[in-house]
């Protein structure tokens, strides 16, 4: 086991081998334990007192006396079973990690300031989660892996004298698609090779997440799909004068580029530099097994060659050709089994020449061949191995000695304080490719001098998608920074610094169809059929595998437990978390569909309610936000209100009945007259709520909120500003709020900063039901797509447009879109801005031509946003994409039956044919979307109304 200060305990030994501690450091140089033996302790009274009960048995070992009786598990001190009073420098440290730990020791680190460090990450493959690193996960059946006799000091001094993580998961449980999360910070499923497929399974878009799927390859058919050349870490670095490398095992391209032979040589060029990597030697392309690696005989080419990989890496590290920063990316391909790892060492086919870049001159390398032969230097580690040569055993060993040369390469430059070494798993062994615990639970250390003094533990949640933003923290990167690229992952630098909150945090996880998450002490995980999690939980393991299962994965002290009978059971003590675990997963699935156009700014860990992201803390529901004022801003209410009854995809959509529709249209007639707190809901009563709403730094403006009270009824909300007159004649809708990247945040925000009259939210994700709508004469449009105001959107938009018409008054709607089904057709274009009517040609007065010119000049304004098109196309192909709204057929005249009164279902079914020039179409790509660009679209917004209103084209 362990003694509480860390150290690991052995059973009894020689009295003359232990210091006065009653322990002795080991061979690999780390300190452990012994415990005493009853002769051993009646022999060493001075160990503790005379004073003890009769019959009771002294245990003096380790940091103090235990007094007592020893009884199965536990010792019962004179009576009573609870633990002994430890001293205030003592921490304990005998149960795994959770997210409220005990003290750590005290140190003396300070928030990292130095110069840009260098960065190597390390992951080898299929390696061990070894007992004596954080206590892993373990299958009842598998038991635990502990390091060879000779130890592994190189990996030792790495962990020891670093910070460990104490709860590290891999987003994704395979060697192709942990690479994929660690090198760009983004879920596997986002990977333009996944996304392209746009796969489904019961009606809900899902990508498939697989090593196949999971390839560094830009794509031009999904938008954002350019992982190889722009949206990876190494890409990201090198635009801020970091040299970039990688060395080991690829696994993000296919060997065969294109169908052809495989050529090292081609394949490091084209599926590598490409891919924003400087330095790129040492290479495999992927496993050992397969016809890239074989003859015409079917024997293998070449095997594990960690001389040469170590060697390559020490060639970059070493290189004096730049003075700058450097980033190394290193992936040993030892121990997986793909390549039989003694065969490797002992038989000459496969000796330290054979590569898979041909035959290279034998390696030298300090630490490992240098000062002797390759084949002695291989003889002395199958024989320290002492026959104990299956891969995992002296595949470690032969990897350690690797780390142990690249310490000291670094050493010799001096650059072994000033440089973030981080060592992980690709995934879990037991339970790899699954998600299972024993498939996502991964060990993760830094050794970091100059930032991290030794043994130091952090124990939040943490996953392989927070590396590369923790990198480019530590690298002083940020937003502004050139090649910036949204991720998925947070960095943890400010978290471990103690000035970071990591309260509530939850990690989602993702392999084929299937999909997880946990937060705190709760897991809830959905399996698709035939999955392998689902094939290994039911055949192998008799662990829970039906198509929803809901886990606890505590104990009676929520602590973390480490056996997977954790996972064998569902946990049906409470069902409002599951409800709560499901509703976040819902909302990962959502922003990770694999459409054209991803989402980022959803942050799903806090939706409504949350349990306590804490292993060691009961969980609690709390209300973040509601619509009783706790919400400080209409940011908050949208974030934190809103979403959490916005039906995602798949979830369900209940049309509103002919009642219904009536009322909503006449609730916001009576909104925009200036009533809210009295207005009678009708047949919305039970559904809706209405109130009066302020901001806490702006109490001096009134919005009146007309929004749902749950999933049950996802109509649209509603907000009007009481301002009324003084407010300006502009209406706000947006259609598609969480699948069109947020735009639903942009609206909010640009409607505040306008001043704006009216803010249209739709109610469901497009996709929330498959039912189709009579809406579009037999159109694929269903009863839940608000892009085309059906489902009581279209009802709140006639009630806006006859307001203002019936009152005299020009009035203007914006509808905020994305790029949508003109991506292809419109390739040039950053923005356009379209009137809702196909193939019109606008005059330069036209308020689309003249919003178009404003945020323009706004752009220019701005010198770091200067490359940019913005159009106001003619083309069907461009100008189309507007004209399916609803709101906008209206608008520009269609199912008009006199002034300030209209039909909404006619206009489902026509399309306008000429313009009012009241209604723009705004659709954007992600460039021009999002807080970069949100107070220039205010400015641009602001001036076109300006010159809009000169003239009103109805006299008011």
């Not at 009824?713 to 209406?731: E, K």
Request: glycine share 8%.
């Amino acid at each position: 086991g362990y003694a509480m200060d860390g150290f690991p305990l052995y059973g009894p030994t020689d009295d003359d081998l232990l210091d006065e501690c009653g322990g002795r450091f080991n061979v690999d140089g780390g300190y452990q334990y012994h415990v005493r033996t009853m002769a051993q302790i009646d022999n060493r009274l001075s160990y503790c007192s005379d004073d003890i009960p009769e019959g009771a048995v002294r245990w003096g070992y380790i940091v103090g006396c235990f007094k007592g009786k020893v009884d199965g598990s536990f010792i019962d001190i004179e009576g009573d079973v609870t633990a002994p009073s430890l001293p205030e420098d003592c921490i304990q440290e005998d149960r795994p990690a959770t997210n409220s730990p005990t003290p750590l020791p005290p140190h003396d680190d300070l928030p990292y300031s130095g110069s840009k460090p260098n960065f190597i990450v390390l992951q080898p493959d299929d390696l061990e989660f070894f007992k004596e690193w954080t206590p892993p996960p373990h299958l009842v059946t598998y038991g635990a892996k502990y390091f060879p006799f000779t130890g592994l000091p190189n990996m030792e001094r790495l962990r020891k004298n670093g910070l460990t993580m104490k709860q590290a998961y891999t987003a994704s449980p395979k060697c192709g698609t942990s690479r994929y999360s660690t090198v760009t910070g983004r879920y596997p499923s986002r990977s333009a090779n996944s996304r392209k497929q746009n796969t489904q399974r019961n009606n809900i878009p899902i990508g498939e997440v697989s090593i196949p799927t999971t390839k560094l390859q830009d794509d031009a058919r999904p938008e954002d799909g350019f992982d190889c050349s722009k949206y990876n870490i190494a890409a990201f670095l090198k635009q801020n004068q970091y040299r970039t490398g990688v060395t080991g095992k690829w696994h993000l391209s296919n060997s065969k580029l294109g169908g052809t032979p495989y050529s090292y040589e081609e394949f490091v060029k084209n599926a590598i530099t490409e891919c924003q990597f400087d330095f790129a030697d040492g290479i495999y392309a992927e496993n050992l097994f397969g016809d890239w690696n074989e003859d015409e005989n079917g024997d293998k080419l070449f095997s594990h060659n960690m001389e040469w990989v170590a060697e390559k890496a020490i060639d970059f590290i070493k290189d004096t050709s730049s003075s700058d920063p450097f980033f190394l990316y290193i992936n040993p391909t030892v121990p997986h089994s793909s390549g039989n790892v003694l065969e490797a060492l002992v038989e000459p086919e496969f000796n330290c020449t054979v590569t898979p870049d041909g035959l290279r001159p034998a390696p030298v390398v300090k630490g490992m061949t240098e000062g002797t032969s390759c084949e002695a230097y291989r003889q002395s580690l199958v024989e320290k191995a002492r026959g104990y040569n299956d891969n995992g055993n002296i595949g470690s060993m032969w990897l350690d000695d690797a780390i142990g040369s690249i310490f000291t390469a670094l050493e010799d430059i001096g650059q072994l304080d000033n440089t973030f070494f981080l060592f992980q798993l690709d995934h879990g062994q037991e339970g790899k490719g699954t998600l299972y615990e024993t498939g996502i639970r991964i060990p993760q250390f830094i050794h970091f001098p100059a930032a991290f003094s030794p043994g130091r533990q952090f124990d939040g949640l943490v996953s392989t998608i927070d590396i590369a933003a923790t990198i480019a923290d530590y690298a002083g990167l940020d937003e502004s920074s050139p090649g910036y690229y949204k991720m998925d992952g947070k960095s943890w630098k400010s978290s471990v610094e103690g000035t970071g909150d990591e309260t509530n945090k939850c990690l989602y996880f993702e392999m084929e169809f299937d999909r997880a998450v946990r937060c705190g002490c709760y897991k809830y995980m959905v399996l698709d059929e035939d999955s392998e999690t689902r094939v290994q939980g039911s055949l192998a393991w008799q662990l829970s595998h039906e198509d929803t299962n809901f886990f606890n994965l505590c104990d009676d002290e929520e602590a973390y437990e480490n056996w997977n009978t954790k996972e064998a059971t569902q946990f049906a003590d409470n069902s409002a978390i599951e409800e709560l675990m499901a509703d976040r997963l819902n909302c990962h699935i959502a922003r990770t569909t694999p459409e054209k156009n991803p989402v980022f700014g959803l942050d799903c860990d806090v939706r409504d309610s949350v349990p306590s992201a804490s292993p060691s803390q009961t969980p609690t529901t709390t209300t973040l936000c509601n619509l009783q004022g706790d919400c400080s801003s209409l940011q908050d209410f949208y974030q934190e209100y809103l979403l959490s009854r916005y039906p995602m995809s798949g979830e369900g959509f209940v049309a509103p009945t002919t009642t219904e529709l009536e009322d909503i249209e006449s609730i916001v007639t009576d909104m925009m007259e200036g009533a809210c707190a009295n207005i009678d809901l009708r047949s919305l009563a039970q559904k809706y709520m209405i109130m009066v709403f302020s901001e806490e730094d702006d109490t001096s403006t009134e919005y009146c909120i007309l929004a749902t009270l749950s999933k049950e009824a996802p109509f649209g909300t509603v907000i009007v500003n009481m301002a009324g007159d003084s407010a300006r004649n502009l209406s706000f809708d947006a259609v598609y709020p969480v699948s069109d990247s947020n735009t639903g945040m942009d609206s909010v925000i640009i409607f505040k900063g306008t001043n704006a009259r009216s803010l249209v939210i739709s109610g469901a994700h497009p996709m929330s039901s498959a039912t189709k709508s009579s809406c579009g004469k037999g159109q694929n449009i269903r009863i839940s797509n608000a892009g085309n105001a059906i489902g009581g959107l279209q009802y709140a938009c006639k009630a806006i447009l006859q307001y203002f018409e019936k009152k005299g008054r020009d009035y203007t709607a914006i509808q905020f879109h994305k790029m949508g089904n003109t991506i292809d057709s419109c390739v040039d274009d950053d923005a356009f801005i379209t009137s809702g009517v196909a193939s019109v040609t606008l005059l330069a007065e036209d308020k689309p031509v003249v919003l178009r010119d404003a945020m323009v000049t706004a752009l220019l304004n701005d010198d770091p946003l200067t490359n940019f098109n913005i159009s106001v196309p003619t083309t069907s192909a461009c100008s189309n994409d507007g004209t399916m709204n609803a709101q906008g057929r209206m608008i520009n005249g269609v199912g008009k039956l006199s002034e300030g009164e209209y039909d909404a279902d006619v206009a489902c079914h026509k399309k306008a044919k000429s313009s009012t020039g009241r209604f723009i179409h705004l659709a954007l790509r992600n460039t021009l979307r999002g807080a970069l660009t949100r107070s220039l679209w205010i400015e641009a917004i602001i001036d076109a109304y300006t010159q809009w209103t000169v003239e009103d084209i109805f006299g008011g």
